[in-house]
């Protein structure tokens, strides 16, 4: 097109729409990171994929700096296992209260409505909950059905109010039609009032602890894909514990907690016992993610406190490192196509000479010395550095 | 396909005659038009003994009319009367589809009957035909006689011409040569004309 003869002129000017090509310096859970890792990681990743896919019940950590890539990591593994594992990612932060209820509550985000329907007409064909009449018409007999899976699952499960709760549901959602919608609400995780539980003949919905690690039991090991919890920033639990000697309070704890615990000591230490009942679930594998070497002591040493089954199933760490120089260019490139690609104009760069139009060779060279090779450092000087042209004209040097 | 001589209890055509116990979706068709659907069956010194069975078919309950019935009982037949026509066991892998393609109950728009009724009757002066009246609608549970097959589907759909299509059908009938031949298909076009019957069974009768 005539009016933008000039391509580099074209790309700064779409620049000046104020969009900047590298906006998300820090990876979340809740986002999803379209970008695959860059190549000198692909090695790591393939042995990581080969380790949880030849490994069960396992917990691996991942080590790494902070902002070398380890939620990005999770995001990776998702595109690259989604089709034989459920991942879930978790952060400690938001999960330390009501833990299995979250939990279940991602679990059942990442499964899907549709797998969760075929988990639940699955048990209960096995439990035979269908009856077939003359031969051709299948009639549901919930009563068979529920009897059928008592009897199956009784020296399985602990709690048998919870194993009660959890069966009358999975059989009122595939045999009762009455049921069948306040059955699939409990099972999403909804909140039930009274009225909803006594329908479905049961006592507790999924806020009871329970019920939710019941339920959580019997969805992940009858579902056809494995699951993976990527549980990030593991070194949290170590901060709980430590955070009374830190931090300087005008209350004193102990009044409530007694002399020798604090709150977040007990809630830590609560974490550790749920992550440890969290073993009794087959086909559960665990990724943790931790910042240094000293961090993976401390949890060794907690996991022995803890359990010594917990502290067995604790893997080598893998170790994930910072960006190779040659990453940096491929991962400028990448991230530069999939910018342009966004607003339909994958054309431009196809005609210059300098393949890292606006910076150059030199200038990321310079980028990955200051960062050291930190992903998160070097996109944050890349935002910067757009910023100043997308706003000011120029490349500040220093 | 051509049914295996194992899947043929009973053919009065070419006179094929497997005898013992028999479990599993079971057909019997009857020189009289009625069908019969169970799931055991015993066939020993030409007597066919069905255990708690699902006939359904045409009776006359006046000189001018005829009504749709489906009667749930035990029956016992003397093949020399000639009354039978054929009886066959429905092959596992098709009963597998059957079972898996059928539709969701939780679908709320189909049509279950409570009491088996006629859908539609071809014979001259005695004919129905409420086509009609249910065009557009999903009826569950119907059983058809097509010429000389019986078609056992999942539901029927009436379309615009008030033609019925049938969904997960289960086929049995003659060949040219007059081998028994099943198949399942997902869905079967047919013409009005060309069918005898069809009844739509209740759901009371299923749960009896």
């Keep these: 097109m005539l009016l933008w003869e000039n391509l580099k002129l ?85 999960i330390y209260r009501k833990f299995y209820f979250n939990l279940y509550s991602e679990f059942i985000e990442e499964l899907g409505i549709e797998n969760l329907r075929m988990i639940t007409q699955e048990l209960c064909n096995n439990w035979s909950g269908l009856e077939k009449k003359y031969g051709f018409f299948p009639i549901p007999d919930i009563q068979k059905a529920r009897s059928n899976a008592l009897n199956k699952w009784k020296d399985d499960f602990g709690d048998k109010n919870s194993l009660n ?20 609400d409990y099972l999403l995780g909804e909140l039930m009032n009274i009225r909803e539980l006594a329908l479905l003949d049961v006592e507790n919905d999924l806020r009871n602890k329970k019920n939710a690690f019941t339920m959580l039991k019997v969805l992940i090991e009858n579902s056809k894909l494995g699951t993976i919890i990527f549980i990030d920033d593991f070194d949290k639990i170590i901060t709980l514990m430590k955070e009374e000697e830190e931090i300087e309070t005008f209350f004193d704890s102990s009044w409530y907690y007694g002399a020798e615990e604090s709150s977040d000591n007990i809630v830590a230490k609560n974490i550790l016992g749920k992550i440890s009942e969290l073993q009794n679930i087959k086909n559960l594998k665990k990724i943790i993610t931790l910042n240094s070497k000293n961090s993976l002591d401390e949890i060794k040493k907690l996991f022995k406190q803890e ?32 910018f342009l690609k966004s607003i339909n104009s994958s054309e431009i760069l196809s005609d210059f000479k300098n393949p890292y139009y606006p910076l150059s060779k030199s200038i990321l060279k310079k980028i990955y010395n200051k960062s050291e090779g930190n992903p998160r450092n070097i996109i944050k000087i890349l935002i910067k550095i757009f910023n100043d042209i997308i706003y000011y004209d120029k490349i500040n040097q220093e | ?96 589809k059957f079972d898996k393609e059928r539709f969701s109950d939780a679908f709320p728009y189909t049509i279950n009957l409570l009491h088996s009724a006629g859908l539609l009757l071809n014979e001259n002066h005695l004919g129905m035909n409420h ?31 008030s033609n019925p299509i049938f969904y997960g059908t289960l086929i049995i009938g003659r060949n040219k040569k007059e081998n028994l031949s099943i198949s399942y298909e997902s869905i079967v076009n047919v013409s009005d004309k060309l069918i005898r019957y069809i009844i739509i069974i209740g759901i009371e009768t299923i749960k009896e």
């Design chain 1, 165 to 184: 709760d959890i069966i009358n549901v999975i059989t009122s959602h595939q045999l009762d039609p009455y049921k069948r919608i306040d059955a699939e």
């Design chain 1, 10 to 94: 074209k790309f700064l000017k779409l620049l000046k729409i104020k969009i900047n090509p590298f906006n998300n310096f820090v990876a979340t859970g809740e986002i999803e990171e379209l970008l695959d890792f860059v190549d000198s990681r692909r090695h790591f990743l393939n042995s990581l994929i080969k380790f949880v896919t030849e490994n069960e019940g396992f917990i691996l950590p991942i080590l790494g700096d902070i902002g070398v890539g380890k939620t990005h990591l999770f995001w990776s593994l998702k595109m690259n296992l989604k089709d034989k594992f459920n991942i879930i990612y978790i952060s400690l932060d938001n």
């Design chain 2, 131 to 161: 086509l009609d009246f249910f065009k557009g609608e999903i009826l569950k549970n119907p059983i058809a006689l097509i010429h000389n097959g019986i078609c056992v589907a999942d539901r029927v759909v009436i379309d615009e011409s």
């Design chain 1, 307 to 338: 359990n010594i089954e917990l502290s067995n199933n604790l893997k080598e760490p893998l170790f994930l490192s910072n960006f190779k120089e040659e990453d940096i260019y491929k991962f400028y490139k990448l991230t530069i196509d999939k």
């Design chain 2, 1 to 96: 396909m051509n049914l295996d001589t194992k899947n043929i209890i009973y053919d009065s055509v070419k006179n094929i005659r497997t005898h013992g116990k028999f479990n599993g979706s079971i057909i019997v068709m009857c020189k009289n038009e009625n069908i019969i659907l169970t799931d055991s069956l015993v066939y020993y010194d030409n007597i066919i003994e069905i255990n708690k069975g699902l006939m359904v078919g045409f009776e006359s309950i006046l000189a001018n009319k005829k009504e749709a019935f489906s009667i749930s009982s035990n029956f016992r037949f003397n093949l020399d009367e000639d009354t039978i026509d054929y009886s066959v066991l429905i092959p596992e892998d098709l009963v597998e």
